[in-house]
């Protein structure tokens, strides 16, 4: 039986398997070496960092599935990762006007089919936002510094023109002066 593979050398393969499958994965990070990986996966493979990092070629974002072997490649992610936190904002901001929506129907629990779009939307602000923290544990400097931009522009747009939370307090007004009478 082989086991999932989990190289230090190749952070990738550990979605992969080794090409003779009588290796073991004990057996295999031995003889792994950094030329074997690069013909496996046609990377040039680096040591796996909790570090902060900068790199914007060979770079695997998600999964195997969401590689970047250029610096277009690379654009495309960043723009992808701005793209993922405006969706998330207006998912937010369709959800709350969704609720005020029912609030304003005056219908207490809603009915089943306004229960499982309220349920839709909130599955997919979840998806979302676990797709970038996916994003932002790849430590790449560039797609943190792309979330925070994201999402500050993206609450920006979708925040705007709606009311605030609280109830708006009323003005004090200035205590009109009462003549004392003195006797």
């Known amino acids: 039986m082989t086991l999932p593979v989990t190289c230090f050398e190749c952070p990738t393969l550990q979605w992969g398997m080794p090409k003779d ?3 073991t994965a004990e057996s295999l990070c031995c003889v792994l070496s950094a030329e074997d990986c690069r013909h496996i996966l046609d990377f040039d493979c680096k040591r796996p960092s909790l570090l902060l990092n900068n790199r914007v070629k060979n770079v695997s974002f998600i999964g195997p599935g969401w590689a970047v072997s250029t610096k277009a490649q690379y654009a495309g992610t960043i723009i992808a990762v701005i793209i993922f ?4 904002e207006l998912l937010r901001r369709l959800g709350r006007q969704y609720d005020r929506h029912l609030v304003n129907k005056k219908n207490s629990g809603g009915n089943f089919f ?3 779009l309220r349920a839709l939307l909130y ?3 979840v ?3 676990y797709t970038l923290i996916l994003f932002a544990v790849s430590f790449n400097v560039g797609v943190i510094v792309a979330i925070f931009v994201g999402t500050y522009f ?7 023109g709606e009311p ?12 009109e ?6 006797v």
């Open 21 to 23: 499958p009588s290796r």
């Open 85 to 88: 936190t405006f969706t998330l």
């Open 114 to 116: 306004e229960q499982l």
């Open 123 to 125: 599955t997919l602000q």
């Open 127 to 129: 998806i979302n936002a």
């Open 154 to 160: 993206a609450f920006l747009v979708s925040s705007w």
């Open 164 to 175: 605030t939370r609280g109830k708006p307090k009323p003005e004090k007004k200035e205590a």
């Open 177 to 182: 002066a009462v003549p004392s009478s003195r």
